[in-house]
């Protein structure tokens, strides 16, 4: 079962904690400065490396304990930051909607099945999409949940998957609030734009789009730009649709990554 880690103490900030669902309000100058993020930059990038093996299962495992590992920290997202705004992946457990229960013989512990438009693909959840900026009254940064899941498929692609039910939370302000990685040709998405703080201020009402991915092959996630991946999922992104996930067996993951 999912599971939802609630951060009640963030160091950096004294505000309302109360829907405060991050890992931590450090800014991504802070993250990358990190142990922990300089091992998942490295076992990111060798694993999406063009001349790399298809995905270990001890990589897999590997990523797939992220939310426990790391459950206290963020993962920073690009060099730079975007129109005054920090990109993070806050580890954590998938909470998308799952299908009705199949009859699976010993489920994958890390691997899960996702429906994208009658598309099925295995994925490694591994974490929600935040952005972070200085806020009003915190000068040291505040940290949002924009309503998108991050998952890296069997095949290297990352996935952002937007969660429908966090239109329905809507809470105090915290979330889901504005995502520009679907918006190109934007000052507010350019990164040579003005601040965008009022992104932490806006909670929408209709995600920019439903689902969308990247092949990391021959990209390192630890150096790629935002306006490089804004660029490149662009036309993956599908604006409707209905996202699922579900159990798959061991026996079926193993296979499939045979055949890679």
């Known amino acids: 079962m999912a599971e939802t880690h609630i951060n009640t103490e963030p160091e950096s900030y004294d505000g309302p904690r109360m829907f405060d669902i991050s890992n931590t309000h450090d800014d991504n100058r802070t993250l990358f400065e990190r142990e922990d993020v300089r091992k998942f930059y490295k076992m990111m990038d060798d694993a999406t490396d063009p001349g790399a093996t298809n995905l270990t299962e001890k990589f897999i495992e590997w990523l797939g304990s992220i939310p426990h590992t790391m459950s206290n920290t963020a993962i920073p997202l690009f060099p730079e930051r975007s129109g005054g705004v920090d990109y993070q992946v806050h580890p954590c457990y998938s909470e998308l909607e799952e299908q009705l229960p199949r009859d699976v ?51 290297r692609n990352l996935w952002f998957i937007f969660d429908r039910r966090s239109l329905s939370y809507r809470w105090s302000g915290w979330y889901p609030v504005r995502c520009n990685l679907g918006e190109l040709n934007t000052a507010e998405s350019r ?57 798959v067996s061991e026996q079926e993951v193993e296979a499939q990554l045979s055949s890679l």
């Open 191 to 247: 990164s040579d734009g003005p601040p965008t703080v009022q992104l932490m201020h806006t909670i929408i009402e209709t995600p920019t789009f439903q689902s969308a991915h990247v092949s990391l092959i021959g990209r390192k996630l630890s150096t790629i730009r935002f306006d490089e991946l804004q660029e490149k999922i662009h036309g993956t992104m599908e604006e409707h649709g209905e996202v699922l996930i579900c159990e």
């Open 105 to 155: 013989d010993r489920p994958h512990f890390y691997v899960s099945s996702m429906m994208v438009d009658d598309q099925r693909v295995l994925v490694i959840p591994f974490g929600r999409l935040f952005v972070n900026a200085p806020d009003d009254e915190n000068q040291t940064g505040l940290s949002k949940w924009t309503g998108y899941e991050v998952l890296l498929d069997i095949n």
